[in-house]
């Protein structure tokens, strides 16, 4: 009885810890990544987003979303109606905020990704008011593992056609890692 009140306990400790507002510093060994919708703008659209090969998540409206990973080249992207990607090199220990900006589309918002690359912005500041002010949005496990089965053709679609095709004729944005964020910068 004792060691499954502990465990409860522990488990409520580190979910708080998850969700908890403001920023959170990696773990040990890793980077993390702030993806802020600092608009209302589109605020029905909702964009999914990924890392590599793997969904790692979704959202809509002035909202956000923290994603830990491991540090080196990764390769970002989220998906509506069309497809942005962002190339990355994390440095261990960082912390780097993406705006998701939306942008007008045909029949859905489209979605831009625009690393902050200057502290000295409004865009930065609004991003750090969003991310002290609400806790992050947090997508389910469960729906994580369901979205990596359900999409991984369309998964090997759109990576094949990025290495093969855009990757080679769009200047998509980088994150570098001098891009990480002080901590004194992020209260």
């Not at 959202?59 to 080249?73: D, I, Q, T, V, W």
């Not at 369901?146 to 990757?167: A, G, R, T």
Request: with cysteine; proline share 4%.
């Amino acid at each position: 009885m004792k060691k499954s009140i502990t465990l409860i306990a522990i488990i409520t400790i580190v979910s708080l810890s998850l969700s908890a507002q403001g920023f959170q510093p990696p773990t040990e060994g890793k980077a993390v990544v702030y993806f802020a919708r600092i608009s209302s703008y589109g605020g029905g659209a909702s964009f999914e987003y990924f890392l590599q090969d793997k969904y790692i998540g979704v959202f809509k409206g002035k909202n956000y979303m923290r994603y830990e990973c491991n540090p080196g080249e990764q390769l970002f992207w989220a998906s509506t109606e069309n497809k942005e990607f962002l190339t990355a090199n994390l440095k261990v220990g960082g912390t780097y905020i993406v705006i998701v900006d939306v942008i007008m589309g045909f029949w859905k918002a489209h979605v831009g990704l625009t690393p902050i690359t200057d502290t000295d912005t409004e865009l930065f500041m609004r991003a750090v008011d969003l991310i002290n002010s609400e806790g992050p949005v947090i997508t389910p496990i469960s729906k994580i593992d369901k979205m990596n089965k359900k999409l991984d053709k369309f998964i090997d679609e759109e990576l094949e056609h990025y290495y093969n095709e855009s990757k080679n004729v769009r200047n998509f944005k980088h994150i570098s890692e001098d891009f990480a964020i002080p901590a004194d910068l992020l209260k």
